[in-house]
């Protein structure tokens, strides 16, 4: 909940994926049914910042990337003149399941797609859906892209 208005919030995470796609509609939908406030996070992260070294990067502009490809794809998923609820984009630099981890602390409820764009394609839970069930302070939901 949102504590100083008590309205609940509801956390969605979007990588780009169909399937995050998909969440993103199912929670737009939730929350326009329950009158919660929608929290849209994106994550990334700066190649070589954790291990083996990678060729030097701009973190700033790998962010300013991020928040650009998050506004664009809500700008896609999200038809114009559709009513939507209360919506805050976060994008955040870090590993995914973290990130979404701790964002669910004090949220109604947290929403992910069931694959993302990591490369196993025959799993039928990604890893980042299964450490968010796992391992969330509220219910998680899981939408599989050819479910919405």
């Known amino acids: 909940m949102n504590e100083s208005d008590g309205t609940p919030r509801v956390v969605v995470g979007v990588d780009g994926s169909s399937s995050s796609y ?3 509609r199912w929670a737009v939908r939730h929350a326009e049914r329950t ?3 929608l929290e849209v996070v994106g994550v990334y992260d700066v190649p070589g910042a954790t291990g083996w070294s990678a060729p030097p990067v701009d973190a700033a502009f790998d962010e300013q990337q991020a928040r650009e ?3 664009e794809e809500l700008r896609s998923v999200l038809t114009a ?5 209360p919506l805050e984009q976060r994008v ?3 590993n995914p399941a973290e990130v979404l981890v701790e964002a669910s602390v004090g949220a109604e409820l947290l929403v992910v797609g069931s694959r993302g764009r990591g490369g196993f394609a025959a799993l039928l839970l990604g890893s980042v ?3 968010c069930a796992t391992h969330a ?5 899981i939408v599989r892209e050819d479910i919405v």
């Open 22 to 24: 998909a969440a993103l």
């Open 35 to 37: 009158g919660a406030r």
């Open 69 to 71: 490809a998050l506004a």
């Open 81 to 85: 003149g559709d009513a939507t609820p």
């Open 92 to 94: 955040v630099r870090g």
């Open 129 to 131: 859906s299964q450490q």
């Open 137 to 141: 302070s509220c219910p998680v939901v």
